[in-house]
């Protein structure tokens, strides 16, 4: 598998993917093996829950960082005895055709339309759209993590692709702890958890908090990849209001602690693939409110909460109904556990993706 930083995760979606559908594929019978970046890896462990990791150098700057790792892994992929190399995200989709010319098979897994997100500029733009068509056109399969996606090419390239959703893993909730030092109790915040970009709006859920009559306070948890600048104006946009606090990026038990002692949980992104923060969040039974963007839209459909997208007045209305009305939040929080326990797993997604490596080496 290449195009992540690596595994065990400590950020992003397709990390978080890979370390949980490879160990899985490890399990079905597969021999696995994830290239992981330098840069991202500080302890380089040989293997992690029977996948094997190798370590490449990258380009640590925005978009050379993906693209420079890939082209070194897929250099290093063609010699070794790999029936299939799975690429992941569409920038990847570009380096798909490289393995089949000497008769490996590929398959590309799509995260998100990338293009779309803000912090490219308009070069970056052209290169994510050449990359796609190069999706459409050279791997021998390719999968969607969103019905968005696959709608997309469906309609774009006249493509049929896979639907295979992300998962999510399901954790005894925790009380609070190690986040004390913040001031937190049970059920007296608001959770924002993801990277700190401009396509997750964090600046339009902090305009629409500050506008509100409550006591809640609004934790966003979270980084900026390679997008501080953007990190730096959201911090001074809540400078004044200390009801925000900005935790930095939390993992293992201080982000079960979040989840599990949150009021609710906020995602207005403009963009996602399938967000697996969303999925994570309803499976501790939180009601989500997120932006009516698609594909926020086919995770949480009627059982939940949404606002209109970019929109800071319809945010704050939200906001104050779902704060003033805990029982229906908690109602519709049960329904959304129900959901993901039952469609999201793990175990079956990494049985649908084995399935199309099967049909891969037909």
């Excluded at 490449?56 to 993906?66: V, Y």
């Excluded at 008769?103 to 070069?123: N, P, S």
């Excluded at 809640?216 to 200390?242: F, M, P, R, S």
């Excluded at 039952?342 to 099967?358: F, G, N, P, R, S």
Aim: proline content about 4%; hydrophobic content about 40%; overall charge positive.
């Amino acid at each position: 598998m290449i195009g992540l930083r690596g595994i065990p995760a400590k950020s992003g979606g397709v990390e978080n993917v890979v370390e949980h559908l490879a160990p899985l594929l490890v399990k079905l019978g597969c021999d696995v093996t994830v290239y992981c970046r330098n840069p991202y890896c500080k302890e380089r462990p040989k293997e992690f829950k029977g996948v094997k990791l190798r370590y490449l150098p990258s380009i640590n700057i925005k978009i050379g960082e993906s693209i420079s790792h890939s082209t070194f892994s897929t250099g290093d992929a063609i010699f070794r005895k790999y029936d299939i190399v799975h690429y992941h995200a569409m920038a990847n989709g570009l380096f798909s055709f490289i393995p089949r010319i000497i008769g490996k098979k590929t398959v590309v897994t799509l995260h998100g339309l990338d293009y779309e997100r803000e912090k490219w500029g308009m070069a970056a733009k052209a290169w994510l759209r050449m990359c796609e068509w190069c999706a459409s056109k050279f791997p021998d399969k390719v999968i969607s993590v969103s019905e968005k996606i696959m709608k997309h090419f469906k309609k774009t390239f006249k493509k049929d692709i896979y639907f295979i959703p992300n998962g999510v893993e399901t954790f005894t909730p925790k009380p609070i702890r190690k986040l004390k030092r913040f001031g937190l109790k049970k059920d007296n915040y608001i959770l924002f958890l993801s990277r700190i970009v401009p396509e997750k709006e964090v600046h339009t859920l902090i305009q629409a908090f500050k506008k509100t009559n409550t006591d809640l306070k609004l934790i966003i948890a979270g980084d900026a990849t390679h997008t501080e600048a953007y990190l730096k104006q959201v911090k001074a946009l809540a400078k004044k209001d200390k009801r925000i606090i900005f935790t930095g990026a939390i993992y293992g038990e201080e982000k079960i602690e979040a989840f599990s002692n949150a009021r609710f949980f906020v995602l207005p992104s403009t963009i996602e693939g399938m967000p697996i923060v969303l999925l994570e969040a309803m499976s501790f039974g939180l009601c989500p409110l997120v932006s009516d963007i698609e594909e926020n839209m086919d995770v949480v459909k009627d059982f939940s909460f949404s606002f209109k997208v970019r929109d800071a007045n319809d945010l704050k209305a939200k906001l104050e109904y779902i704060i003033k009305n805990p029982a229906i939040t908690k109602k519709k929080g049960a329904v959304c556990k129900q959901v993901v326990k039952k469609y999201y797993q793990w175990e079956t997604i990494a049985k649908q993706t084995l399935q199309v490596y099967k049909e891969a080496l037909k």
